[in-house]
């Protein structure tokens, strides 16, 4: 489940469930790495020196008079590296979940630097040699893609632009297919260019060299990767419209049950019961009733007959409706998602 550092909203755009994921560090403690990140270094030297402090930040409300304060202090992410080596290239990376297609919103201030005044965002990465790179110079004076395969960085596109060090500047970024395209406050910075080195990858923030740069006010709005155990609930209850609900459970990192996938959606992360965790622990199956519905949680198996998951099937109630009446009616559902499933890992991609 995300923390109070992350918030995340549903919304239905035409026919596809949009997500927004925005990145709020007022909850993170000062000086140090919000939760959901890791620090890497791409090219040469150490990694970076990332944590959270507070800045000036314009302030959002209206000026009522000259003695109305124009500034603000927010929680900011700051990268404080000031290793010199040219091809040295701190990474901050949320690593809870790649996107596919996304439009990112992020603010940057270059603070410093002798070398370098660069920030920038990497995206649809790989690992610390293959990504992609969108980047504001201070130094020069232009906004820069490039991509790194295997190591090797591509010659660098973009144009001119002015991007002064100490007053914030935003950034924009599509990524739709294998179209690129940024904005550098509001003007188009990368017009549409195409690249099919990465389909799919990880978001996160990038310096340069020596450059000190803060970030703040990062939005993400994306389509969410379905897992499988997503696809199999969606395709059962279509086959199955009657289904009063449909669950899968797995265990989370303390081995405790949670909704993985769910006919309804606002269930997903909600915790399992003691039926869960048997049926996954030991295989067990168990069945109840309530006044209009019955309910039956069986273990999902890997192709190797151990249970890796739990599946909770509820179905509207009738007239003598018995225990064994209910499993029988049950056991194909899961059946069918079963033999659609070979091991856990599979599941959760």
């Known amino acids: 489940m995300l923390s109070r550092i992350l918030w995340l909203w549903l919304a239905f755009l035409g026919s596809a469930t949009a997500a927004e994921l925005a990145f709020d560090f007022s909850a993170v403690p000062a000086r140090q790495i919000p939760p959901g990140f890791t620090n890497l270094v791409a090219g040469k030297g150490k990694p970076g020196d990332w944590r ?93 893609f490039y991509k ?31 179209r690129i395209h940024a904005w550098l406050n509001g003007q188009e910075a990368i017009p549409t260019l195409t690249d099919t080195s990465f389909a799919a990858g990880k978001i996160g923030f990038w310096t340069k060299s020596d450059a000190i740069s803060y970030f703040t006010d990062t939005k993400i709005t994306y389509i969410p990767r379905e897992t499988l155990a997503q696809v199999l609930v969606r395709d059962t209850v279509a086959k199955n419209p009657r289904l009063v609900g ?46 209009d519905t019955v309910a ?34 049950a056991l194909p559902i899961v059946k069918g998602m079963q033999s659609r499933v070979r091991n856990l890992a599979e599941l959760k991609d």
Request: hydrophobic fraction near 40%; glycine fraction near 10%.
């Open 52 to 144: 959270v402090i507070t800045d000036e930040f314009p302030s959002a409300l209206p000026a009522l008079n000259e003695k109305t304060p124009t500034m603000t202090q927010r929680s900011v992410l700051g990268q404080f590296s000031i290793e010199v080596t040219d091809e040295h290239f701190p990474i901050l990376l949320y690593d809870r979940e790649p996107f596919t297609d996304f439009t990112l919103m992020t603010k940057f201030k270059l603070v410093d630097g002798v070398v370098e005044q660069m920030a920038g965002i990497v995206f649809r990465l790989q690992d610390e040699k293959n990504f992609y790179v969108i980047r504001a110079s201070g130094l020069g004076n232009n906004v820069r």
């Open 148 to 178: 790194m395969v295997a190591g090797l960085r591509s010659a660098p596109l973009g144009p001119e632009l002015p991007v002064p060090r100490g007053v914030w500047h935003e950034l924009k970024i599509e990524c739709q297919g294998n």
């Open 246 to 291: 449909l669950k899968i459970y797995l265990c989370d990192e303390n081995g405790e049950p949670r909704v993985a996938a769910s006919k309804d959606a606002k269930e997903v992360g909600a915790a399992g019961g003691d039926a869960e965790k048997q049926a996954i622990a030991g295989g067990k199956i168990f069945y109840g009733k309530g006044r």
């Open 296 to 329: 039956v949680v069986q273990p999902l198996r890997d192709r190797n007959g151990e249970p890796i998951a739990a599946v909770r099937v509820t179905m509207k109630s009738f007239t003598g409706q018995t225990e064994q009446s209910a499993l029988q009616r």
